[in-house]
């Protein structure tokens, strides 16, 4: 069976019929699709289409609410909750944007606590678009269980990925989202799927053992990247994107959910940082200029970020291609 080409437009309207044919409303079908069409437009593959099936088995589940209607509170000068009434986070963080970046720019800094929602996305969109109104931004979110703790061979902590930006005079900002394990879950099972190996350092088997066989590491368990370091960093985030705002440690997610396969609910937490109000208003650009500039003076290095922005030109015209296992099951979703 062929895989299907399309266009950033036709994809669009295709994951938004499809969830609004399984129980989405209007506007959150909007913001996901929304999302999965920036993965796919930035060949984000593993947080493009192939969450499709993932957001669908939520909604018709049951278990996530398809016309959610977030809802703003700030607890304090600097720190803003959103609660997401039981939907996926994309709208959630869309209500968010505007007071998380009015409290940053009257404070310095403010955080967001985003609780009570299904966050299966990227989280460089969020950062991305704090950096673009002249803002720095940290996020962070858990999962499932999917990673060991150093030493350890049982799962855990979620993949529990970082996204940071900083903003820049002109062009894009400087934007990573990264995994605390050593690859991202959505990698993993791309790789099974296609029937690829995986790095020796990405996971380990039930019995503990190294392997390449993506299908035994999702069997067994995900490692940090570096080691302990990236363990650390994993622990690091269930605590600020759980009991810090009050939400969903990974394992909790895991017996939230009891088995039904479905996507975790947990929380999402975000720093805003206005660089104007900490001293160096009319020169932290340009002294952040000078650091990409000697990255960008050694031979096969690149900034983070560049390889996306450079896919995002060419995808409005070039379109994507959705291979043929994953086209398969989006026809049968649509059917």
């Not at 690149?302 to 296992?325: C, H, K, M, N, Y």
Request: with cysteine; glycine share 12%.
């Amino acid at each position: 069976m062929a895989g299907k080409r399309m266009t950033l437009t036709e994809a669009h309207s295709l994951a938004e019929t499809c969830l609004l044919r399984h129980g989405c409303d209007a506007e959150n079908a909007a913001a996901i699709a929304d999302r999965m069409i920036e993965a796919e437009r930035d060949r984000c593959h593993s947080h493009g289409l192939f969450r499709l099936q993932w957001y669908v088995s939520g909604i018709t589940s049951g278990r996530v609410n398809g016309q959610a209607r977030p809802s703003v509170e700030r607890l304090a000068p600097g720190v803003v909750r959103v609660d997401g009434d039981g939907g996926y986070a994309p709208l959630g963080q869309k209500i968010a944007h505007a007071p998380l970046a009015e409290a940053a720019r009257t404070n310095g800094i403010a955080a967001l606590g985003l609780v009570n929602m299904f966050h299966i996305a990227a989280i460089w969109p969020e950062v991305e678009a704090l950096a673009n109104d002249g803002l720095c931004a940290l996020a962070m979110t858990a999962a499932y269980p999917y990673v060991a703790p150093a030493g350890g061979i049982r799962p855990l902590f979620g993949t529990n990925p970082v996204g940071f930006a900083w903003p820049r005079r002109d062009g894009p900002p400087l934007v990573f989202d990264q995994a605390s394990s050593a690859m991202a879950r959505g990698e993993i099972q791309i790789a099974a799927r296609d029937g690829h190996s995986v790095p020796l350092t990405a996971g380990i088997g039930p019995d503990g053992q190294p392997t390449t066989d993506p299908n035994v590491v999702l069997a067994g368990a995900q490692l940090g990247f570096g080691g302990y370091k990236g363990a650390v960093l994993a622990m690091m985030v269930e605590l600020l994107a759980g009991p810090l705002i009050g939400e969903f440690l990974s394992f909790e997610s895991a017996a939230d959910d009891a088995g039904r396969g479905g996507p975790p609910k947990g929380g999402e937490f975000i720093i805003a940082i206005d660089p104007a109000r900490f001293g160096d208003a009319d020169g932290f650009l340009d002294h952040g200029e000078r650091l990409f500039a000697e990255i960008a003076a050694q031979e096969g290095t690149r900034l983070p970020g560049e390889r996306r922005f450079r896919a995002r030109l060419e995808t409005p015209s070039e379109g994507i291609e959705i291979p043929a296992s994953l086209w398969a099951d989006i026809e049968a979703l649509m059917a």
